[in-house]
């Protein structure tokens, strides 16, 4: 490996976390660090996010903020949304999703500005999906998860 392309020294500051607690059958809230919280679960009654519709909302929406980040130097949009989308399997690997989709309905005012905007969309979204987005980049890529044990009692 070339030092460019090693990995720098972890910091304090690379750390990304956050905490669940039960708050129910099969219901959990997630605590980030910053104190926000969601809720998630098996998506039986409770409107509550199902753990692949929270990796779904992950994906478009680290890449929304990218996109976003990138057009709206040009001109606010005036629509703006987007839907991700796969089809959850179990085969001989386990359960995964395949077939994984975003789409984005970016729209912006017309004139000069509103075009340099909708030039833009195309290369920021393949900027997102090829190196910003640190959660599809994850998803791409694929990463070891350690499962450890704190307690047995």
């Keep these: 490996m070339t030092d460019q392309h090693r990995p720098a020294a972890p ?36 409107p509550d996010f199902t753990p692949v519709e929270l990796l779904l909302a992950a994906i478009a929406g680290c890449s929304a903020l990218d996109v976003e980040a990138i057009t709206h130097k040009r001109v606010a949009s005036t629509t703006y949304a987007v839907h991700a ?19 984005f309905d970016v729209r912006f005012p017309e004139g000069p500005e509103g075009d340099a905007a909708r030039e833009r969309v195309q290369g920021a979204m393949e900027m997102s999906r090829d190196r910003l987005c640190t959660v599809a980049r994850t998803v791409q890529l694929g990463a070891a998860i350690d499962y450890d044990q704190v307690s047995r009692s």
């Design 11 to 46: 910091t304090a500051s690379d750390l990304r976390s956050v905490e669940l607690t039960r708050i129910g059958h099969a219901r959990f809230k997630a605590t980030n660090a910053r104190g926000g919280e969601t809720f998630f679960g098996t998506g039986g009654a409770d």
């Design 85 to 103: 989308e796969g089809r959850k399997i179990r085969d001989e690997e386990g359960n995964h999703l395949v077939d994984l989709r975003v789409t």
